[in-house]
């Protein structure tokens, strides 16, 4: 299996990197009237934001959702809003009716539920049918996770739904995600990584054996031919050309 894989010298040069490849796309895409961008979580699109912003881009026909959040209010601390708002939203200047967050302050399934109606709206979904994001941002976790499918989960096998709660056992808390079948459909996917600490979960996913439901993220590097991955140095350095 061969990944589109890049390596950067540092967390910074890689976020720089990922956000110009998700403008350029997003960019296109906008020669059809209107854009659609997923966003995930985490300390490394923190980085990514802020070059986001940086790079003033005209966000006035974007639609940004999220690939997943934490059961919690959106003025919470671990909320993937609050950061997105404080590190991308504000200064980045992009319209509060275009950004669709997850609802999570309610109960997951009725976040979830509400969630997927969203989604159904803006795309004007038929009932079984997938939405296409024009660019979908996915991280990893050290454990070889990815939006908030952990290992062991059921609905990595899933390709039908759009989106369900999850418990996740090993935090003792519940998150709400898109599920892989909506990964997939993205007609573009740009894969963030940094840190000596994705090292070991980048090999598995990028070389080793096809075992989806110990590395969640070979579903994405596994099958779908638009993913570009951008690793810094620390989270490649077991990889070779």
Not at 165 to 194: C, D, F, M, Y
């Amino acid at each position: 299996m061969s990944a589109n894989w890049k390596s950067y010298p540092t967390a910074d040069d890689t976020a720089s990197a990922c956000a110009t490849h998700i403008l350029s796309v997003l960019d296109s895409a906008l020669s059809g009237g209107v854009a659609t961008l997923a966003i995930s979580g985490g300390s490394t699109p923190k980085l990514m934001f802020a070059h986001l912003a940086k790079l003033k881009f005209d966000w006035t026909q974007v639609h940004v959702f999220f690939v997943d959040e934490r059961a919690v209010p959106p003025t919470h601390a671990d909320s993937n809003y609050k950061m997105a708002e404080e590190f991308f939203f504000q200064p980045a200047h992009v319209p509060q009716r275009n950004v669709h967050r997850i609802h999570a302050e309610l109960p997951p399934e009725v976040a979830a539920k509400h969630y997927r109606a969203e989604i159904h709206e803006v795309f004007g979904l038929e009932p079984g049918e997938l939405p296409h994001f024009d660019m979908m941002h996915l991280g990893i976790g050290p454990d070889a996770h990815t939006a908030s499918l952990f290992p062991g989960e059921p609905l990595i096998e899933d390709r039908e739904h759009v989106v369900k709660p999850v418990w996740v056992e090993k935090l003792n808390s519940h998150r709400i995600t898109l599920l892989p079948g909506v990964l997939l459909s993205a007609r573009h996917a740009a894969v963030l990584a940094a840190g000596e600490d994705k090292a070991d979960a980048i090999e598995h996913i990028l070389h080793g054996e096809y075992e989806p439901l110990k590395y969640p993220a070979q579903i994405v590097a596994h099958h779908s031919r638009r993913a570009v991955w951008f690793l810094d140095q620390a989270a490649s350095a077991r990889l070779s050309e």
